[in-house]
C-alpha cells in the first residue's frame, strides 16, 4: 500500500496510511481489486487536499464530508518502465446521503461530477509522476449513460469507478469508464473527451 506521494520524503508520521485509504482497505470486496492489480499504488485522490484559491473546493471541500462522499482513493498498476503512461484507474468512494436526489439514490448530476473527476484522474495522476505533457486539461464533453440507481446511505455506500484511456491525439484525449456496485452490477457508463490547455487559466 503507497503513502500519500504528494510529499516525496514523507515522515514517519506521513507514511502512515491515509485514513481514507486504510477505510478502503478495510472493505473486502475493494481489497480484492487492489490485490488483483498488478504493482498495485492505493493512495487518497489528489483532489481531497484543499488548495489556495478555492481550487478543487467540490471534492476537496463541499463533498468531502461523512455524509456526503465519506472517502475516495484511487489505484493503479505502477508501470515497469517509469516513463510509460497510466492509462488505466481504479478508485473508490463511499457515498452518503448529503448526494441524494431521490431518497437513498445519488443525484444524477453528482453521479456526472464522479465520472468527470475520476476520468480526469488519468491525466492527473500522470502529470503528478512527471509523464507526458504537463499542461491542464479541460473536459470537452462527458456523455453518461445510466444503467441502475447509484444507492447511497447514512452508514456509507461504496462505489468503484475504472477509468482508461481510449486514444490520445494531438492535445485531445479520449476516455471512457463505468460505475459499478460491490457485486460488480454496473451502474453508469461514461465517454469524454478531455483537451489540454494551451495556457493555464
Known amino acids: ?100 436526489g431521490w431518497r437513498g439514490i445519488c443525484h444524477g448530476g453528482i453521479v456526472m461530477s464522479i465520472m468527470d473527476e475520476c476520468l480526469g484522474q488519468l491525466a492527473a495522476i500522470n502529470r503528478q509522476r512527471g509523464v507526458g505533457s504537463q499542461a491542464e486539461q479541460m473536459t470537452a464533453y462527458l456523455n453518461t449513460k445510466f ?16 477509468a482508461r484511456t481510449t486514444k490520445m491525439e494531438g492535445r485531445k484525449q479520449f476516455v471512457e469508464g463505468h460505475m459499478e456496485d460491490e457485486k460488480g452490477t454496473v451502474l453508469c457508463r461514461s465517454e469524454g473527451l478531455f483537451v489540454q490547455l494551451l495556457a493555464k487559466i
Open 1 to 100: 500500500m503507497a503513502a500519500d506521494t504528494q510529499k516525496p520524503n514523507p515522515t514517519r508520521e506521513e507514511a502512515i496510511p491515509d485514513p481514507e485509504v486504510a477505510h478502503f482497505a478495510a472493505i473486502p470486496w475493494c481489497a480484492a481489486h487492489v490485490a488483483a492489480t498488478p504493482n498495485a499504488v492505493f493512495e487518497k485522490c489528489l483532489t481531497r487536499y484543499p488548495k489556495p484559491d478555492f481550487e478543487e473546493t467540490l471534492m476537496a471541500e463541499t463533498l468531502n464530508r461523512p455524509d456526503a462522499i465519506k472517502a475516495y482513493t484511487v489505484f493503479y498498476s505502477q508501470p515497469a518502465n517509469p516513463q510509460d503512461l497510466i492509462t488505466e484507474v481504479g478508485a473508490f468512494l463511499t457515498l452518503g446521503p448529503m448526494i441524494n
Open 147 to 162: 444503467l441502475s440507481p447509484v444507492r447511497t446511505s447514512v452508514e456509507g455506500t461504496t462505489v468503484m469507478v475504472r
